[in-house]
C-alpha cells in the first residue's frame, strides 16, 4: 500500500536537510483569513505571516481563547505597525461538533472569508473519545472535514461578490507514505477505527492525515462537477518541524524525540511557509498534496486503483456521518 521505505526515507531527508521553503512574500491586502490551531507552532507562524503581509483581517481559532489572546499580543508586540483589530481571536474547539459548528456560524457574518487554513490536530498515545469516536478520528478527520465542508457556502459568496478565489487548505503529513489503512479495508472504516481492541497507537495520526489528502481529493473532484463558484482546496505537509505535538512523551522516549528534532526538524517559522504556501497556490494546486510549498505526488497507494475505491468508500461513508451532525451539509459541495 505504500512506498518503499528506503525512497521515501530518501526523499524525506532530501527535503529536511537541501530544501528550504520559500519565503512568503505575496501580500494578502482586503483578504481575510481563518487559522485553526493558532496560538502556537506552525498555525501561529503562519498567522504571524499572514499580519506581516497586510492581510485585512486575521482569525485565530483556537480551543483557549485565553491562550489565542497571549498569541495575538506576541503578534502584536512583531507588528507595532499593524492595527489590534486586524487580529480577532474565535473559539473552536474540535473536540465539539457544536463548537465546530457555532465557529462556522460566526463565520458566516463575516464580509468575506478568502482562505482558511485548517492546521488544528492532535496527536495521542491515550486512547480517548470525543463525540463518541475515537480522539483523533474526531479532531483530525470529523471536525475538520465538518468545518470545512460548514465553510464552503461562505467562500464561495465570497468568490461570487468579490472576484476572487478562496482557498481552503488543510494541513496533512508525509507519515502518509508510511503507513497501512487496515480500517480502510473493511466494511464500516468508521467503526473499526473507533475499536479500541487492536488499535495501533503508532499509526492512528498518519492514518487521518491520509483520510484527509483522500477527503481533498474527492471534494475537489466533486467541487468541479458542482460547477459552483470556484474554490482551491489542496492539502500540504510541512515536513517535520519544531512542535509540542510530542509532549505526551516521557523519560527516555522524550528526550530521543527531542534529540532527533535537533538533528532533523525544520524551525516551526520554516515549516510555516509551507502553510502560506497553501493558500497562495494557483489552481494546479486544487485536489492535490504539496510539500516544500510546490504540487508533487502524495504516495503510490493514494494514486492507486486501490486508493481510488478507498478514496470513494471512504468519501460516501465520511458524509453519511456528517450529515447526521449537519443535516443538509451534503448540498455544500
Not at 481563547?65 to 474565535?90: D, R
Not at 509551507?274 to 497556490?281: H, K, M, P, R, S
Request: proline share 3%.
Amino acid at each position: 500500500m505504500s512506498n518503499s521505505i528506503f525512497s521515501v526515507v530518501r526523499s524525506f531527508l532530501y527535503s529536511q536537510f537541501l530544501v528550504t521553503p520559500v519565503y512568503p512574500t505575496k501580500p494578502f491586502q482586503g483578504q481575510t483569513i481563518i487559522v485553526t490551531g493558532s496560538n502556537t507552532g506552525l498555525g501561529f507562524e503562519a498567522a504571524q505571516h499572514f499580519v506581516r503581509l497586510n492581510a485585512s483581517k486575521v482569525i485565530l481559532a483556537v480551543r483557549s481563547t485565553s491562550k489565542g489572546e497571549t498569541a495575538k499580543a506576541s503578534i502584536l508586540s512583531s507588528h507595532p505597525k499593524i492595527s489590534a483589530s486586524t487580529i480577532e481571536v474565535w473559539p473552536l474547539d474540535l473536540s465539539s461538533y457544536e463548537s465546530v459548528k457555532a465557529f462556522a456560524e460566526k463565520a458566516n457574518g463575516l464580509e468575506r472569508l478568502d482562505a482558511v487554513v485548517e492546521n488544528a490536530g492532535i496527536m495521542t498515545k491515550v486512547w480517548t473519545e470525543f463525540e463518541g469516536m475515537e480522539s483523533t478520528v474526531t479532531t483530525n478527520v470529523i471536525s475538520t472535514e465538518l468545518l470545512a465542508l460548514l465553510l464552503l457556502p461562505k467562500m464561495r459568496e465570497t468568490a461570487s461578490r468579490f472576484n476572487v478565489v478562496p482557498r481552503l487548505s488543510i494541513v496533512t503529513s508525509d507519515l502518509h507514505f508510511v503507513i497501512r489503512f487496515e480500517e480502510g479495508k473493511e466494511d464500516d472504516i468508521y467503526a473499526a477505527l473507533n475499536r479500541k481492541e487492536g488499535w495501533n497507537v503508532n499509526s492512528r495520526y498518519a492514518v487521518t492525515k491520509l483520510m484527509e489528502i483522500f477527503f481533498v481529493r474527492e471534494l475537489a473532484k466533486r467541487m468541479d462537477d458542482s460547477k459552483k463558484p470556484k474554490v482551491i482546496v489542496n492539502c500540504m505537509t510541512p515536513g517535520a518541524c519544531m512542535s509540542d505535538f510530542n509532549r505526551e512523551s516521557k523519560g527516555l522516549e522524550k528526550r530521543l524525540f527531542e534529540f532527533l528534532a535537533f538533528l532533523l526538524a525544520r524551525s516551526t517559522e520554516v515549516g510555516s511557509r509551507t502553510l502560506v504556501a497553501g493558500i497562495t497556490a494557483d489552481e494546479e494546486s486544487h485536489g492535490a498534496y504539496m510539500a516544500d510549498c510546490i504540487v508533487t505526488s502524495p504516495s503510490k497507494f493514494v494514486l492507486s486503483d486501490d486508493g481510488a475505491t478507498m478514496q470513494k468508500k471512504l468519501w460516501d461513508q465520511t458524509i453519511k456521518l456528517l450529515e447526521s451532525i449537519q443535516p443538509g451539509i451534503a448540498k455544500n459541495v
